[in-house]
């Protein structure tokens, strides 16, 4: 029997529960390609349904994760996480692609390494 090398992700984007859970499992196949992974709230230790925003993101410090994604327009971060954990709010619901929410992902992660 061969034994495989396992995979470690980086692990830098946590989805809230807003996020359609097909169009999760398709970012996160096309992220895990790319060597990096994703956390979906539901499937998270931080599930639930009434979880307070301070909450989840003390939850994405404790991991690392430096993005916050939602399609929710009324979810604001905390001023004392301002600086620690971005926010991207994504528009067009399902019919966005693939391709142009990952391409919006790394950019903010770029934004952030060259600030």
Not at 4 to 11: D, G, P, S
Not at 86 to 96: A, D, I, M, T, W
Request: hydrophobic fraction near 35%; include cysteine; proline fraction near 3%.
């Amino acid at each position: 029997m061969v034994k495989r090398k396992v995979r470690k992700y980086k692990t830098p984007f946590f989805f809230d529960r807003t996020v359609p859970k097909d169009f999760y499992f398709s970012i996160q196949r096309r992220l895990n390609y790319l060597g990096y992974g994703a956390v979906w709230q539901p499937r998270s230790a931080v599930r639930g349904r009434n979880r307070d925003i301070r909450e989840i993101l003390e939850y994405c410090l404790s991991r690392g994760i430096e993005i916050f994604v939602t399609f929710s327009r009324s979810v604001e971060i905390p001023e004392e996480y301002k600086g620690k954990i971005k926010l991207v709010k994504l528009k067009g619901g399902r019919r966005k692609t693939i391709n142009k929410v990952i391409a919006k992902l790394f950019l903010e992660i770029r934004r952030d390494e060259g600030a």
